[in-house]
């Protein structure tokens, strides 16, 4: 399946492929497009669209997009990713940063990686993987 | 030229090896080791009790290679403190993304060696060190 | 939670005088949670962290003139493991227990910003004394409680995630903390 969000991503939109590709959808391919495109690249492509206005799945209620992807699809009963999910809402949501020790670490090694390679998403997304990788490894440590 | 470090690296070591190669010696080699005695003569030690580029007077290794080096880019320093509170969280610095970083870390060297920890923290911290140089220049964090 | 089996021991002996270096090296072992086993003898649940830790610890008493060795080793029976495991579970669980203490002194603090500020003290005293909990007593989750609820007055909603393990639980009714529970 395809699944679209807005270019240029930092957190939320590197952390949701991570988190689709290894829980949701294995085979997922991953479009960034211009912000007001998203809607439409879903429509015409028949992509799920995340953390843009109007998309399927995205920020409400407090929530970014991956608590959002968490719970609809069901991944909460795995307390290793809820742990996860702490970690990144508090790199994600500037008013919870300090909800999470870990969170300002995150937030920083995100931005990092977005200040270096601007909007070369898919680039940020493989260089990034093995950072969410071990997170979740740590995360799956403590919850034993 | 060689470097040699302890096995199981942390972040002292992993933060080291990144400023080595990227601020004293491109062309870095890397060597674990298990036992101090097994550093190689023509290698130069980082991070091992006894050896010159470790823990000296409170600072991390990170720290006294700085110094050692005459390393004063202030940027640098910024990453002492994370790396500092990070490995030896006496509450120095005020660093808030020590835990995070420490925690990335851990995490890595729960599934990977030391060789791949090395290949993969080094993008991290030239990251991070962009991070650092952007909130330095702005007085506050980036957004 | 049980032993391993396989402990780091630090054997140290400093000179008596000075004593600024003996009171530092002690300072650090009491923050790392080691266990006494006999004078000069600490130790810590092996692992490469912990391993690193006490060398340090014994470098820095070679610097201040002393003598250190670092030893693996593994207790001869399952009874002498216990008691040291006991012994640390202990000592964790008064430190919990006078941290739950702290805590109710501070929720009878009017000002919101003053409790802010002791809110911070206690999370950071409580995150230290979980860095050198290996066998976690029961007290820990009571300490953990006492400080979320602490942070919880009076809250404003933040965004929530169910199941939390670091719950931002929303801000509680008067009534509940008349009660005087902790959850």
């Known amino acids: ?144 | 030229m060689r470097w040699a470090t302890r096995q199981r690296i942390h972040i002292d070591r992993a933060a080291c090896a990144w400023l080595i190669r990227r601020h004293i010696d491109h062309d870095a080699e890397f060597v674990f080791i298990a036992d101090p005695a097994d550093v190689p003569a023509d290698a130069t030690a980082f991070d091992i009790p006894g050896a010159e580029l470790s823990h000296h007077a409170g600072d991390c290794s990170f720290e006294t290679i700085l110094r050692r080096y005459d390393l004063d880019d202030p940027v640098l320093w910024r990453i002492a403190a994370i790396v500092h509170e990070a490995d030896l969280d006496d509450q120095r610095y005020d660093a808030p993304e020590a835990p995070g970083l420490d925690v990335v870390l851990r995490g890595l060297s729960i599934t990977r060696g030391d060789q791949e920890i090395l290949r993969l923290s080094g993008p991290v911290f030239d990251g991070i060190y962009e991070y650092c140089r952007r909130a330095l220049l702005l007085g506050r964090e980036p957004s | ?183």
């Open chain 1, 1 to 144: 399946m395809k699944w679209v969000t807005r270019e240029n991503a930092n957190v939320d939109r590197i952390a949701c492929p991570w988190l689709i590709r290894r829980f949701i959808d294995q085979d997922a391919e991953f479009l960034f497009v211009p912000r007001d495109e998203v809607l439409t690249v879903a429509e015409t492509q028949g992509a799920h669209s995340y953390d843009a206005p109007g998309a399927s799945y995205t920020h409400r209620d407090g929530k970014c997009s991956f608590d959002v992807l968490v719970e609809e699809f069901d991944l909460d009963g795995d307390p290793a990713l809820v742990r996860l999910a702490q970690i990144v809402h508090a790199a994600d949501v500037a008013e919870d940063r300090d909800t999470s020790r870990e969170g300002p670490g995150l937030y920083a090694i995100a931005h990092g990686f977005a200040l270096l390679h601007g909007t070369a998403d898919h680039k940020k997304v493989d260089l990034e993987t093995p950072m969410y990788d071990a997170l979740y490894a740590w995360c799956q440590e403590q919850v034993r």
């Open chain 3, 1 to 183: 939670m049980t032993g391993s089996g396989e402990w780091v021991l630090l054997t140290y002996r400093l000179p008596r005088e000075p004593s600024t270096p003996r009171s530092a090296v002690w300072r650090k072992l009491r923050k790392l949670g080691v266990v006494q086993i006999s004078d000069g003898l600490v130790g810590l649940p092996a692992g490469a962290r912990t391993r690193e830790q006490l060398e340090w610890v014994a470098e820095e008493v070679t610097d201040a003139g002393g003598t250190a060795g670092i030893w693996l080793a593994r207790p001869a029976t399952r009874a002498q493991e216990g008691k040291l495991t006991q012994t640390m579970a202990a000592a964790r669980a008064t430190e919990y227990q006078a941290l739950v203490a702290a805590t109710a002194t501070a929720s009878e603090n009017a000002d919101p910003a003053a409790r802010a500020g002791m809110v911070r003290r206690l999370r950071n005293e409580l995150r230290a004394i979980q860095r050198r909990d290996y066998f976690p007593p029961a007290d820990r989750d009571h300490a953990e409680a006492a400080v979320q609820s602490l942070a919880d007055i009076p809250a404003t909603h933040r965004g929530t995630t169910r199941r939390s393990f670091e719950a931002v639980r929303p801000a509680r009714e008067p009534a509940d903390r008349a009660a005087g529970e902790t959850q």
